[in-house]
């Protein structure tokens, strides 16, 4: 893929992420995506990437995502982003707090297909646990 095919593809998981149609992460990831960082209980493949996502939009029915930056070459693209919601529902086992939370996070792909064939990345996930008023020993 091209360089701006990348870009285009990271810009659309960001867009289907924001309208919450999960259903078609498909179009970004591929059906046997390896995702080197899943949550602790993510199925594999890009149903594992749609069940994360719905159920952290459970969690955080306010989320937002914005994007920093995004840079690519024929191989592989990187998304810069900053996320944020408000703790109103079950997170990790853990009962909402009402809290909001804001953190910065990074997601690398390698690109196959003209989709999303590997994935790496971080969220600061101590970071949402600290301003939730959460442990990191709770969970």
């Known amino acids: 893929m091209s360089r701006e095919e990348n870009i285009a593809a990271h810009a659309h998981c960001h867009d289907l992420l924001a309208a919450r149609e999960f259903d078609r992460l498909g179009e970004v990831f591929a059906a046997n995506v390896v995702d080197h960082d899943p ?49 109103q529902g079950d997170y990790m086992g853990i009962p909402p707090t009402g809290k909001h939370f804001e953190v910065r996070g990074l997601q690398m792909g390698r690109f196959e297909n003209s989709v999303i064939a590997e994935r790496w990345g971080s969220s600061d996930s101590l970071g949402i646990l600290s301003q939730l008023g959460i442990s990191a020993k709770a969970v």
């Open 39 to 87: 949550s602790s209980d993510q199925a594999p493949g890009v149903e594992g990437v749609k069940q994360f996502w719905r159920e952290f939009m459970t969690s955080f029915p306010d989320f937002r995502m914005e994007v920093d930056a995004l840079s690519a070459d024929e191989d592989y693209g990187t998304m810069v982003y900053r996320l944020s919601g408000t703790h």
